[in-house]
């Protein structure tokens, strides 16, 4: 299901939406930097007609780092599309991500089969798919809610396990603020809610 979600992006590199040129301009100046020897390019010289932007100050990083890895590792003959596609095998990558720990999380609570329910309902919620994907094309939201329902299957093992839980709740929010940090805010909300239930 993953897979045919995201097939546009495995043929075309990442859809057109809003935010499409954004990125892929980010990611063209990050992966210059990246490939001139510096490891984490904060400040992006090439964008904004060569004035530069301190767009990594405050952005997430880690879907250009995935992205710009992803471009040394596949051939991506495509040298123009080289950063949409790219972008598009880590979206794809995000959604097979998400329907394995929407999977893991269902079949913890009840189940492989409600597992396997939660995994295509989760991969095909109208919002993530159609708003966040194709219209917007927001790259660090759909990465990041791939991660969600491993923060909650982590969280659902805290009565048993909670050493494992605590070191997976922490590692996974570590990896949400890496990929899109307002959803935290969100996730860090439901955590203190579930604590004070």
Same mark, same amino acid.
């Given at each position: 299901?993953?897979?045919?979600?995201?097939?546009?992006?495995?043929?075309?590199?990442?859809?057109?939406?809003?935010?499409?040129?954004?990125?892929?301009?980010?990611?063209?100046?990050?992966?210059?930097?990246?490939? /001139?020897? $510096?490891?984490?390019?904060?400040?992006?010289? $090439?964008?904004?007609?060569?004035?530069?932007?301190?767009?990594?100050?405050?952005?997430?990083?880690?879907?250009?780092?995935?992205?710009? @890895?992803?471009?040394? @590792?596949?051939? #991506?003959?495509?040298?123009?599309?080289? $950063?949409?596609?790219?972008?598009?095998?880590?979206?794809?990558?995000?959604?097979?991500?998400?329907?394995?720990?929407?999977?893991?999380?269902?079949? /913890?609570?009840?189940?492989?089969?409600?597992?396997?329910?939660?995994?295509?309902?989760?991969?095909?919620?109208?919002?993530?798919?159609?708003?966040?994907?194709?219209?917007?094309?927001? #790259?660090? $939201?759909?990465?990041?809610?791939?991660?969600?329902?491993?923060?909650?299957?982590?969280?659902?093992?805290?009565?048993?396990?909670?050493?494992?839980?605590?070191?997976? #709740? @922490?590692?996974?929010?570590?990896?949400?603020?890496? #990929?899109?940090?307002?959803?935290?805010?969100?996730?860090?909300?439901?955590?203190?809610?579930?604590?004070? /239930?």
């Amino acid at each position: 299901m993953a897979l045919a979600a995201t097939y546009p992006c495995l043929i075309s590199g990442v859809p057109r939406g809003d935010d499409t040129s954004t990125h892929i301009g980010y990611q063209h100046a990050f992966d210059l930097q990246r490939n /001139q020897g $510096e490891f984490y390019p904060r400040w992006l010289s $090439e964008v904004n007609f060569g004035t530069g932007s301190p767009i990594f100050f405050f952005q997430y990083p880690l879907p250009y780092f995935v992205s710009h @890895a992803l471009q040394r @590792a596949l051939p #991506i003959h495509d040298v123009v599309n080289r $950063e949409a596609h790219a972008m598009g095998l880590y979206l794809t990558l995000s959604a097979l991500l998400a329907g394995s720990f929407a999977y893991l999380w269902g079949k /913890q609570l009840v189940g492989w089969f409600a597992g396997l329910v939660a995994a295509l309902v989760y991969l095909t919620l109208p919002y993530s798919l159609s708003v966040d994907l194709y219209g917007r094309a927001a #790259i660090g $939201e759909y990465g990041a809610l791939a991660w969600l329902p491993l923060a909650l299957f982590f969280a659902s093992g805290l009565p048993k396990r909670p050493r494992l839980a605590c070191a997976g #709740i @922490a590692v996974t929010f570590g990896l949400l603020v890496l #990929i899109h940090r307002d959803l935290v805010r969100a996730g860090t909300g439901f955590l203190r809610n579930l604590r004070m /239930q």
